[in-house]
């Protein structure tokens, strides 16, 4: 879910400035990709940094442990990727 389209959903965030993402419930999906998005962007460093300032703004966020699994692969590649200078 996280490394599907994190190019197209950074550019609408940022070309938007206020952005909606929301889900059925907007519990799991809607804040792992705000996740990922602060993940991307450098906002937060890790999964938990990311899920963190998530919660501020919507304290219901409870991604489920399979996107939790996701957000920090994501983090850990994107460590990797900035360690080797990509």
Known sequence: MVFFCPQALGDFICD????LVHCNAGVSRAPALAAAH????????TAGEAL????LARPAARPNRGFVEQLEEYAEKLSREKSAGK
């Not at 963190?52 to 919660?55: D, L, M």
């Open 16 to 19: 938007a400035h206020v952005t």
């Open 38 to 45: 602060l993940l991307r962007t450098g906002a937060a460093r």
């Open 52 to 55: 963190e300032q998530v919660r």
